[in-house]
Each structure stands twice: as C-alpha cells, then as structure tokens.
C-alpha cells in the first residue's frame, strides 16, 4: 500500500546529505545463551517481528518534478539477508575494535533504493559475547505510525513469544507516471499541501519542519541569541568516531537525592562538568560566563514527570509517551560542580512551568525496548531547530530497570546512537537500563578525534558531584 510521507518525514529525507546520514543507532551486547546465538536465529526471530512494523519492509520513492512529497511503497524485491547482516571481530574482540566497526557503519548512509535500515550480528566479542547493531533512518521511525525495530524484538523473558505465521504479499507498486499522475491530483484538490511538498524537494527543510512541529517552532522564536561560539561546532567530514560511558545509575540517584533535583539535572551537570575540561584540555579560554547551549529532547510520560529519572514501568495498556524540547545553557565557565547543578536544575524547573512538549502518541503502545524510538523522536525534533540555536543536542530516554533478551540471549548493556547535524562535531545519546546509565557518544573524526577524553571526563565529573555530595 501507498502511503505519502509526512511533511516532516520528507523534511529528514532530504535533510540527509554524504556528510550528515540521518539515521539513529542501538548498539546492544549481549551475552551468548546456553545453546549459544547465531545469525539464523537472528534473522528468524527479525522476519517474523516485521509484521509489528510495516515500513521496514517499505522503501521511498520519490515524485517526478518534486510535484508532492515521496512516498512510502512495499518493496516488492524485499531481502531480508540484505537488511539483516553478519560480522564479526578477530577473536577475543576488544571494545576497542567494536568501536572502530561501529563508527565506520554509522558514517555510511543508507541504501535509497531499499528499505531504509540495517541490522549487525557481531560475532567474536571477547567474554562469550555478540553485539547487536541496528540503524535506521529518523524518516522511518516517528513513534506514531512507525517504531523502531528493537521496540519489538527485545522482551523481558528469556524465551521468546510465540508469533502467529504470517504470509506478507507486497501490494503492487506504482509506476512514475501513476505517482505523477496522483501528485498533480493532490495539487489540484489541496494545493497547500503540495507547496510543502514542493518546499521539501527544493531544500526549503526549516520551513517544512516548521508546519510539522508547530509547537517546536514557537518554542523557537523564543531563543534571543544564537549560541555561542564552540569548538563543537565546525565542518564535518564523512567520517565518525564512536565511544560509549557506562556509569550506575543509583549513584546518579543518590545525587538527586542530596540536592532535590532529577536525575537528568544531574546527566546535564555531569555532561557540563565533562565539557568545561574537555574545554580546557584543548587550552579554550573561560570564563565564569562561558556555556555551551544543548538542545535537549527528553522522553517523559504524560502522567508521571518522574519516569525519565526514575526508569519507572509503564502500566499494563501503556501510557502515552511525550519527547519534551528544550535548550538548556550548560555553565561551563563554572568552576564549582554544585553550582553547576543548581544553574540546571533551576533552568529545568522553569522549563517545566512552560510545559511545552511534543507528542509521540504510540511510542509505548507495545512492549519491549522504547527507548531507541524515543532517541528516533527526539533527533527529529532538535533536527526541526536551525542548528545556529545550539551548539550540542543531547538526547535522554529511560529504558527498563530488568534485564531484557533477545531471542534468549541476555542484554548487558545498550547504547544509543544519535545522528551529527550539520556544523556539530558531536552528539551526546544517553539511556538507562537495568540498573545503569548508558551514553553514546557519535562524534566527527576528524573535528573530535579526542572524544575518548571526554569518556574519561564523564567519569571524573561525576566523581566530582559524588565528592561534593558526601
């Protein structure tokens, strides 16, 4: 079936260019199962999840003329073998070798002509280990129609749920001239909509993500100042590098504990505290006024404001899930870690009295692993922002506090990957599970080839707020 893609599905499309692929990433390790897991399992388990999530089984194409915006087509030629993929690491593999991998499947966009995601099984991770990566391009998923695929594969017990046998027959796809034709039949019954698609074709991006997230917009016009100058921002190559940060959560609890803040007052301040020494590792003046402006989208859940911080379940039938946008000034200039905490803290509550949010109406309709469509969500949103605005996006969802599996092998740990946009040399993707927090750091290979610094300042800033706590 045809379906035309939203004015801010088309935005992401041809928002993508070689240097800036827009799709979101999940790395998941995990530990090998009894029977151990291999790439058969992997793909069974995959193709029969598919019918939870139709559109991995769709690709774009594109109007003639740029008449209407693409539009979404059952791919008749569909090869599961293509989408699902196989690797593996000189064994015992290292973190580090994982990381190498990883950064050179983020830089390489996706294939157009298909559906537009890919999955690894990487196979000889030292520790009786495999990983797990999936990326997907942020026009697929938009936490309404579309979720992302982990939503569905990744459940709470060890053995798998039993899927109905499903026979999927592609419908028919239409010609160029069909699509053309139906283009100028949309033109002439509502042409507003066929000026936006029109805007999306010749790049006007700002505007068409503008109509889609309205209330982004005025948010928007609310920021006085572009953001500050920023060794974070510069031109960015084709090229990634990729580091993770693993840290336990209760620590970050007890935190929020000693100063009444939340849990992601403390993410922010410890990714500020980690900033302003990175700042001066590189010999950047501050001063006690120096910030570094972060676009933060954030998950919540509409009837509970805690849930981001405190990982908390949702009911039986799901409540529904919201990506609350805001930007924040992380105080980098400041030398005192609490008063850095304090600075966020009071710009997180004054935010909250604003109470803007943008729905995402269906990401927690089923159940599994949300987080990575909430990450999908929230790079959507800070991508509808001129990137003038802020310096940094960082992203924040709350995943579940139990172990989760996959096709009975246990999830040790999951790291979420965010897109670069353009001029920003880094991305800062967090979430917590099972007990721990989890960051993802996607950073420009050769405007960041220090990131790994900056995974050692992560640890150290929050030993600084542990200290100052005690």
């Not at 109007?63 to 059952?74: E, F, I, M, S, Y």
């Not at 980098?332 to 905490?341: M, S, T």
């Amino acid at each position: 079936m045809t379906h035309r893609m939203s004015a801010q599905d088309a935005s992401f499309y041809f928002l993508e260019t070689s240097n800036t692929p827009m799709h979101i990433g999940s790395l998941a390790i995990l530990e090998q199962p009894s029977g151990g897991l291999d790439y058969e399992d992997v793909l069974r388990l995959v193709e029969r999840r598919l019918a939870a999530v139709p559109r991995y089984r769709q690709k774009a194409r594109e109007v003639a003329l740029g008449l209407a915006r693409p539009v979404w087509v059952d791919d008749r030629d569909f090869d599961i073998t293509y989408h699902v993929r196989r690797s593996a690491l000189p064994r015992p593999g290292s973190e580090t070798q994982l990381h190498d991998l990883l950064a050179r499947l983020i830089s390489r966009p996706l294939d157009r002509s298909r559906p537009l995601w890919e999955m690894y099984l990487v196979e000889g991770l030292a520790g009786d280990r495999c990983a797990l990566f999936t990326k997907t391009h942020s026009a697929l998923v938009d936490g309404d129609q579309a979720l992302e695929i982990g939503q569905v594969l990744f459940e709470p017990t060890e053995t798998p749920r039993v899927d109905p046998e499903e026979l999927w027959m592609p419908e028919p796809e239409p010609s160029d001239s069909a699509l053309l034709l139906g283009a100028l039949a949309e033109l002439v019954a509502r042409p507003g909509e066929a000026v936006s698609g029109v805007r999306a074709a010749v790049g006007d991006l700002a505007a068409t993500a503008g109509e889609a997230l309205d209330v982004v917009g005025r948010l928007a016009r609310t920021a006085a100042q572009s953001a500050p100058d920023s060794p974070l921002n510069a031109p960015i190559s084709r090229n990634r590098r990729f580091a993770v940060v693993k840290a336990d959560l209760e620590l970050y609890r007890k935190i929020r504990a000693r100063y009444g803040c939340t849990v992601n007052d403390v993410v922010l301040a410890v990714i500020a505290g980690a900033l302003r020494y990175w700042l001066l590792s590189r010999g950047e003046p501050l001063t006690e006024a120096t910030v570094v402006r972060a676009m933060v989208p954030m998950s919540v859940y509409a009837q509970d404001p805690d849930a981001p911080e405190t990982g908390r379940e949702e009911s039986e039938t799901g409540p529904r899930g919201e990506v609350s946008t805001f930007l924040v000034d992380l105080p980098v200039g400041e030398p005192n870690a609490v008063v850095r905490l304090s600075h966020i803290s009071h710009a997180g509550e004054a935010y909250s009295r604003q109470g803007r949010r943008v729905p995402a109406r269906s990401m927690m309709r089923l159940s599994g692993f949300a987080p990575a469509t909430m990450h999908a969500v929230g790079a959507r949103v800070a991508s509808g922002f001129s990137q003038r605005m802020f310096n940094l996006m960082i992203t924040n969802a709350p995943g579940p506090q139990h172990p989760l599996y996959l096709a009975g092998a246990r999830v040790l740990e999951m790291y979420p990957i965010s897109p670069l946009l353009k001029n920003q040399a880094l991305s800062v993707a967090l979430t917590s599970y099972d007990g721990n927090v989890y960051y993802g750091l996607n950073a420009d290979r050769d405007a960041m080839p220090d990131v790994e610094v900056l995974t050692s300042l992560l640890h150290e800033s929050l030993e600084e707020l542990l200290d100052a706590s005690r």
